[in-house]
């Protein structure tokens, strides 16, 4: 399976994109699975704390005027309108569910992989990562993009699928079938507690 190694520091958890703007119903960009997974991203990262597993808080920002923002969400910056996660903004912080802790660390990001143009790959090479295991939201965009990235860099890499949502249970069955079919191990909280235990 999934977890290839040797120590409790070679694994990583990402959290990814569990801001207000994705996650409480009525913004722009609300995900309606999200709010499923947070008990699910708790105890994940309750149980990658006590095997000492950094938590890496991955989140959108872009500026006010949408200059950094996909093309085709720059509607969303126009006519008045508020953009999303901007930072200051309430939209742009994470759940208050989730907040991180000290020590933890943010980056941020402005397209879908966390990899594209952001300090990850550095962050993880200097803790001598060799898993990534991946929750938060959504499949089609920044999960599958993140987690295909991750791959293409040589990490070990985990979708924890019940920690990972989308709009809808089709589309996330969808993302998970075609990230399976590229190697990438999808699998949920429980798999990845019963196999850590033989990997530390």
């Known amino acids: 399976m999934a977890l290839s190694s040797t120590t409790a520091s070679d ?10 703007d994705f996650v409480e119903p009525g913004t722009a960009l609300y995900v309606s699975g999200a709010k499923a ?6 105890e994940l ?18 500026r006010l005027n949408g200059i950094d923002a996909d093309a085709p969400r720059l509607s969303l910056f126009a006519q008045e309108k508020s953009g999303y996660c901007v930072p200051g903004t309430k939209g742009c912080e994470i759940i208050k569910e989730l907040k991180p802790e ?43 993009g993140t987690a295909v990235d991750a791959m293409s860099y040589d990490y070990n890499t985990i979708v924890c699928t019940d920690a990972c949502s989308a709009k809808t249970k089709e589309v996330a069955d969808a993302n998970i079938f075609d990230m399976r079919n590229m190697g990438i191990t999808c ?4 798999e990845i507690k019963k196999n850590a235990i033989t990997c530390n």
């Open 37 to 42: 997974t947070v008990p699910i991203i708790q």
């Open 187 to 190: 699998i949920p909280l429980s």
């Open 45 to 62: 990262i309750k149980y990658g704390r006590t095997k000492k597993w950094p938590v890496i808080y991955i989140i959108r920002e872009h």
């Open 102 to 144: 000290e020590g933890d660390i943010i980056v941020s990001k402005r397209r879908n992989s966390a990899f594209f143009q952001t300090e990850l790959d550095l962050i993880l090479r200097r803790m001598n990562a060799r898993n990534v295991i991946i929750s938060g939201t959504q499949y089609p965009n920044c999960i599958r």
């Open 11 to 20: 694994t990583v958890i990402l959290v990814i994109d569990m801001q207000n």
